[in-house]
C-alpha cells in the first residue's frame, strides 16, 4: 500500500509517519525533507530564497537522493548527507518559500514518485495525497493547535540543539500556516478522501493506533 499523511508544520506528521512505517515495516518517505534539502542548497549558495529566478538556476546541476536504512530516509545533496542539517529555523522558513515555486514543486517530483514506485511506503509531507499520489490507498491529515504544534517543535529543536524561543516558533508557524493556506500552488488543504485526525490532545502511538484501525479496515 501506499499511505499518504499530510498536515500543517507540527502536526505529528514525521513522528507518526517513522512509527507508522516501522509497524508496517515500510519505508518512510519525508517529502518535506526534500524541500528543505532545496532550501539547504539554495542558502549555501548564497541565494535569497525569494529569488525564484537565481533557486530556478540551480536545479539543472543540482543533485539530490534519498538512501534508506531499515525504512528510516536520509537525505544527500551533491552526495552530501545533510539529515541532520535540515531542521533549524533558517531552514524551515527558507523552504516554506522554495516549496511554493512551481518548478521547484515540478523538479522533486519523480523523485518523490520514484520511491512510491516500489510500494509499501508511508509518505508525508505537503499535496502528498492530492498530487504526488492521488491515487494512495490511505489518506490522512493531521491537525492540531498552534500552541501545541510550536511547542512540540520548540522540544525538538532544543533537542537537536538549537537555541530558539517559543514565542518566536509559534509566530512562525502561524505565517506559515497562512502563506501555506492562502497559496494558489499546493494550498494546505487536506484531500477530499482524507481522514482527519487531531493529535493536539494523542500522544504519536494513540494517533498510529487510529491510522492502524482505519488501515486494517482497508485489508
Known amino acids: 500500500m501506499i499511505i499518504a ?18 509497524r508496517l515495516g515500510y519505508v518512510h518517505l519525508d517529502t518535506g525533507a ?4 532545496v532550501a539547504w542548497k539554495v542558502m549555501v549558495s548564497g541565494i535569497a530564497p525569494t529569488d525564484t529566478a537565481a533557486v530556478v538556476s ?9 538512501e534508506f536504512t531499515q525504512g528510516h530516509m536520509r537525505v544527500l545533496v551533491d552526495d552530501r548527507d545533510v ?10 522558513a527558507a523552504a516554506s518559500i522554495v516549496s511554493a515555486i512551481p518548478a521547484v514543486r515540478e523538479w522533486l517530483l519523480p523523485i518523490q514518485r520514484e520511491v512510491g514506485a516500489a510500494g ?19 489518506k490522512f491529515f493531521l491537525e492540531a493547535d498552534v500552541d501545541v504544534r510550536a511547542a512540540r517543535r520548540h522540544r525538538e529543536l532544543i533537542a537537536a540543539g538549537h537555541g530558539t524561543h517559543l514565542e518566536q516558533i509559534r509566530r512562525d508557524l502561524s505565517g506559515r500556516d497562512a502563506r501555506d493556506q492562502a497559496r494558489a500552488l499546493a494550498p494546505l488543504v487536506p484531500a477530499p478522501d482524507a ?25
Open 34 to 37: 526534500l524541500y528543505r534539502a
Open 120 to 138: 509499501a511506503v508511508v509518505a508525508e509531507g505537503r499535496d502528498i495525497g492530492t498530487k504526488i499520489f492521488p491515487d494512495a490507498d490511505v
Open 83 to 92: 539529515t541532520g542539517e535540515l531542521r533549524t529555523p533558517d531552514i524551515s
Open 195 to 219: 481522514v482527519r485526525i487531531d493529535t493536539s490532545k494523542l500522544d504519536p502511538d494513540q494517533v498510529v493506533d487510529e491510522m492502524m484501525a482505519v488501515i486494517a479496515a482497508k485489508l
Open 58 to 66: 540551480i536545479l539543472p546541476t543540482m543533485r539530490i537522493r534519498t
Open 5 to 22: 499523511i499530510d498536515g500543517p508544520a507540527g502536526a505529528g506528521k514525521s513522528t507518526v509517519a517513522k512509527l507508522l512505517a516501522a
